[in-house]
T-cell receptor
Framework: KAGVTQTPRYLIKTRGQQVTLSCSPISGHRSVSWYQQTPGQGLQFLFE???????NKGNFPGRFSGRQFSNSRSEMNVSTLELGDSALYLC??????????????FGSGTRLTVV | KNQVEQSPQSLIILEGKNCTLQ??????????LRWYKQDTGRGPVSLTIMTFSENTKSNGRYTATLDADTKQSSLHITASQLSDSASYIC?????????????FGGGTRLMVKP
């Protein structure tokens, strides 16, 4: 059973540019959530999607957006990149909302560096 | 405000020794608490998941405890190995009308030395 796949693994972008990250969840998982991890702030929740709908959103500016497709794959977009957006972006998939014991399986992340 | 606090921030122990990591949380409404292990440059990997009714959960040499009254959890590692060197993250899940949200602790960075 394939795990959570995130692409690309590494990315270097220039300030002001925009970037799109991709996440393919475990087959059968319908929920995808995104997180930002930095040395200073640790792991922070960005948003969660279930059945193509954003269900929860963390405290991030509107430059951070996402979407989920009918096959449960998800993309995250960051526009007008800032130096502070440099981070490891992780996505996690789970079987679905309301699954009390549903495990969250994380991908290996996309390391974004903004220069 | 939903918060998860972990201690210590970092820890160095000798191979073969035991250690205990702490997690205090103020998250509501509480759904469950998870401990994850994260190797450098990799995504977190789940170790244990506990609901409010569970006091102890083991996974090999890892044993997690939960006191829902005091809102404290601990992760005990027995007979540490060099491969245990990693960050250990306490994560509390809350479920509200909008859905699920994970709140993360800052992690404890464990280094096991030979």
């Amino acid at each position: 059973k394939a795990g959570v796949t995130q692409t690309p693994r590494y990315l270097i972008k220039t300030r002001g540019q925009q970037v799109t990250l991709s996440c393919s969840p475990i087959s059968g998982h319908r929920s995808v959530s995104w997180y930002q991890q930095t040395p200073g702030q640790g792991l922070q929740f960005l948003f969660e999607y279930f059945s193509e709908t954003q269900r929860n959103k963390g405290n991030f500016p509107g430059r951070f957006s996402g979407r989920q497709f009918s096959n449960s794959r998800s993309e995250m977009n960051v526009s007008t990149l800032e130096l502070g957006d440099s981070a490891l972006y992780l996505c996690a998939s789970s079987q679905g909302q309301g699954a009390l014991m549903g495990g969250y399986t994380f991908g290996s992340g996309t390391r974004l560096t903004v220069v | 405000k939903n918060q998860v606090e972990q201690s210590p921030q970092s820890l160095i122990i000798l191979e073969g020794k035991n250690c205990t990591l702490q997690c205090n949380y103020t998250v509501s409404p509480f759904s469950n608490l998870r401990w994850y292990k994260q190797d450098t440059g990799r995504g977190p990997v789940s170790l244990t998941i506990m609901t409010f009714s569970e006091n102890t959960k083991s996974n090999g040499r890892y044993t997690a405890t939960l006191d829902a009254d005091t809102k404290q959890s601990s992760l005990h590692i027995t007979a540490s190995q060099l491969s245990d060197s990693a960050s250990y993250i306490c994560v509390v899940k809350l479920t509200n009308n909008a859905g699920n949200m994970l709140t993360f602790g800052g992690g404890t960075r464990l280094m096991v030395k030979p």
